[in-house]
Nanobody
Framework: VQLQASGGGLVQAGGSLRLSCAASGRTFSNYAMGWFRQAPGKEREFVAS????????YVADSLKGRFTISRDNARSTVYLQMNSLKPEDTAVYYCAATRTSVAADRLRSQNDYNYWGQGTLVTVSS
């Protein structure tokens, strides 16, 4: 499956962005999806995951209440809604896919995913 992330950009602190990740090449509804991010000089970290059906989602504890993950299987797209953005949210955001039925809270490691998009840069100014 091929993944194309988009929606990044420059936003002021307190603002919102919605990232999209469009999938192609395989049956999107068979795949659980995840978002990760990598800030300059830091390791890539887990952001959120969602089961193929959308019935199970998980957001990193530090981001709960501000970030929401969702998907539209008809559009083969997963979304990451980011609100109340902070300068520390500045990073390249990556989407990833894996064919599994385990609950979303078990999909927090990069090793859980087989396919990756190219990343989209989010910059939050103070």
């Amino acid at each position: 499956v091929q993944l194309q992330a988009s929606g990044g950009g420059l936003v002021q602190a307190g603002g919102s962005l919605r990232l999209s990740c469009a999938a192609s090449g395989r049956t999107f509804s068979n795949y659980a999806m995840g978002w990760f991010r990598q800030a300059p000089g830091k390791e890539r970290e887990f952001v959120a995951s969602i089961l193929w059906s959308g019935t199970s989602t998980y957001v990193a504890d530090s981001l709960k209440g501000r970030f929401t993950i969702s998907r539209d299987n008809a559009r083969s797209t997963v979304y990451l809604q980011m609100n109340s953005l902070k300068p520390e949210d500045t990073a390249v955001y990556y989407c990833a896919a894996t064919r599994t039925s385990v609950a979303a809270d078990r999909l927090r490691s990069q090793n859980d995913y087989n396919y990756w998009g190219q990343g989209t840069l989010v910059t939050v100014s103070s």
